[in-house]
């Protein structure tokens, strides 16, 4: 671990509710009732914290956790087993399968592995021969996003292997999955897409069953599918975004409709207010201009720990200061800082700033870049508005190097 990302001096804080963690799965299961619930915490949970976030999550009534890369895998397993979680009530997938991985290690550290090609069921096979452990596969079809999944005329193939392997002993076929590519289109052509894909996983799973092959847990759909497509709820669903809070296509409708709440605040204490004269230029390349004397704060954040430099002249924050100002960044959002304007300043040209007026703001006054809207903060959504981007990119992009404060739920 970096001691950085550690460093309690650094002044930005990543404030992770896991209270909301809890209350966007129970909102989730509201929507696919009955069904299993997996979270899903790759990429650091989505910048909320691996571990704290599977915790909570197996807490809130998840049983199981989803995760992309083995590296992530293993570091999950080690944390809950020096938890004490038991292995059996918190199963783990892992969905990337580079060649060559270390299988073994995945195997005895009992996750879950994902088999779209038989070169993956080969290697998965070796391996399960040198430790004597019987590999828990889930077979993945490709459904219509041509990522990982086995195509229609690679099917017999795997299929057929799938079923030697498992003869053999040497596997066990816990689930059959895929992954939907435009489950938050709700136009006609999403829809006819996604039904489409339903059809595509339908006959895979007649490919399984034809061959006698049963795997136990068929799963399809992500946050998209839960809220979207109960026809694709099979027996457990995966959810990601809408754990965190966020809806997974705002325009289909924000996440408040929804009932769901965003769990992860970003916010950082102002370094700087000072007052700027007419037509000062602010930042790099000097992109704008101050219209009028004007008071500016400096935020000590920037593109090092995630954020986008895309979101430059525009990206909204709350500065709560003598009364809360809702502002926007201006001037280029640098490596580790950014400026925010913080409204006209009274006084005569070339007055020190200290003479021109009440400051609005202090310094070590909180900037909120985003965070639960119900409380005033600008929202994941409309950062991802003004850098060109969708929520998932702001908060799964959010540097290691700023500390995350997790809240438990009683906090
Ligand atoms: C990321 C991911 C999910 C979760 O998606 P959300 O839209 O965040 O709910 C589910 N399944 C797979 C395969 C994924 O890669």
């Not at 299993?36 to 999550?57: C, E, I, N, S, T």
């Not at 040198?130 to 993945?140: F, L, P, Q, S």
Request: charged letters at 20%; a negative charge; glycine letters at 12%.
């Amino acid at each position: 671990m970096l001691q950085t990302s550690q460093d309690p001096l650094f002044p930005g804080r990543v404030i992770v509710d896991l209270g909301a963690i809890a209350e966007n799965l129970e909102v989730l299961r509201s929507f696919a009732p009955g069904v299993a619930q997996m979270a899903v915490v790759k990429a650091d949970a989505y910048g909320h914290g691996l571990l704290p976030v599977a915790m909570a999550a197996l807490q809130a009534g998840a049983t199981w956790l989803g995760v992309a890369q083995l590296a992530e895998a293993r570091a999950l397993r080690e944390g809950l087993d020096a938890a004490g979680i038991d292995r059996s009530a918190a199963p783990i997938l892992a969905w990337v399968a580079p060649s060559g991985a270390d299988w073994a290690g995945a195997l005895e550290a009992g996750i879950d592995l994902s088999v779209s090609w038989t070169w993956v069921l080969a290697e998965i096979c070796a391996a399960a021969r040198v430790t004597g452990i019987r590999a828990r596969i889930h077979v993945k079809i490709d459904t219509g996003m041509s990522r990982a999944g086995s195509t229609r005329a690679d099917l017999p193939a795997l299929v057929a292997a799938v079923r030697m392997a498992e003869e053999d002993g040497l596997i066990e076929v816990v689930g059959a999955w895929s992954h939907l590519s435009r489950g938050d289109d709700l136009s006609e052509d999403g829809r006819a897409s996604t039904a489409a894909q339903v059809e595509v996983f339908e006959q895979g799973l007649r490919s399984f069953a034809d061959a006698g092959i049963k795997p136990r847990i068929r799963h399809l759909s992500a946050t998209s599918g839960i809220l979207w497509h109960p026809e694709a709820h099979y027996d457990m669903v995966r959810a990601g975004i809408g754990m965190y809070g966020l809806s997974p296509d705002p325009l289909t409708a924000r996440g408040a409709a929804l009932g769901l709440r965003p769990a992860m605040t970003l916010r950082a204490p102002l370094t700087s207010v000072k007052v700027v004269e007419d037509g000062a230029p602010a930042s790099y390349g000097g992109t704008w201009r101050a219209p009028g004397r004007r008071w500016l704060g400096l935020v000590p954040l920037g593109y090092a720990d995630g954020i986008l430099r895309a979101g430059s002249n525009g990206a909204p924050v709350l500065v709560e200061g003598r009364k809360a100002i809702t502002t926007r960044v201006v001037g280029r959002i640098c490596m580790d800082q950014f400026i925010v304007d913080l409204g006209a300043a009274e006084g005569e040209p070339g007055a020190p700033s200290a003479r021109s007026g009440r400051a609005p703001a202090r310094v070590g006054d909180t900037a909120t870049l985003f965070g639960d809207p119900d409380r005033g903060a600008p929202s994941a959504d409309e950062w991802a508005q003004a850098a060109g981007t969708i929520n998932y990119e702001i908060v799964t992009r959010l540097g290691e190097r700023v500390p995350r404060v997790h809240l438990s739920a009683a906090e």
